[in-house]
């Protein structure tokens, strides 16, 4: 099996949680996707890593993030992975306000100032989220290749929308959802 196929698998044993729930969009749905069980899991994450650096592997990128907290832990599984693979890949977390003390910063990590950077999304219904962070990124001087999600829940067209390539490594029906 490859890395997608087990990541698929583990993503069916471990994140898919039935009934209903109001997803952060403020839409309701019949299931919920906790994918932080997948990108904080030590067999999963490796995956994750592995995964969404080959989604992404005709991009060019040199750092990854996205809206704290959903895109943390990909980053970071992807800047692992990329360096087992021989590649240097930086990591940043983009804050949901800006930091009123210490650096007073909003997005955290290496400078992204002129940087080809990768938008990060576990996962995504309506998009808000992570353009959130795409808003933030452009702000800070960063031009934004893409945006690239574990999980599309119907985000697509309007990220497509804004201009940007975007890419997902499943989506709910390959979940039987």
Do not use: C
Request: charge should be negative; charged fraction near 30%; avoid cysteine.
């Amino acid at each position: 099996m490859t890395d997608r196929d087990n990541l698929l698998a583990e993503i069916k044993k471990k994140a898919v949680v039935h009934g209903k729930v109001i997803l952060s969009s403020g839409k309701e749905a019949d299931y919920y996707l906790d994918l932080r069980r997948i990108t904080l899991d030590g067999v999963a994450a490796p995956l994750v890593g592995k995964v969404m650096l080959d989604l992404t592997d005709d991009l060019d990128y040199d750092a990854v993030g996205g809206l704290t907290l959903g895109a943390d832990p990909i980053a970071a599984a992807m800047l692992h992975a990329a360096a087992a693979r021989g590649r240097v890949l930086d990591a940043f977390v983009v804050r949901k306000a800006l930091k009123e003390h210490g650096m007073q910063r909003r997005i955290e990590g290496p400078e992204v100032k002129g940087r080809r950077v990768l938008a990060l999304e576990d996962t995504s219904t309506t998009g808000a989220s992570v353009l959130t962070a795409v808003e933030a990124l452009r702000e800070a001087g960063a031009e934004v290749v893409a945006v690239a999600t574990i999980v599309d829940r119907g985000a697509r067209d309007r990220i497509a929308g804004e201009g940007l390539d975007y890419r997902t490594a499943f989506t709910p029906q390959e979940l039987g959802l």
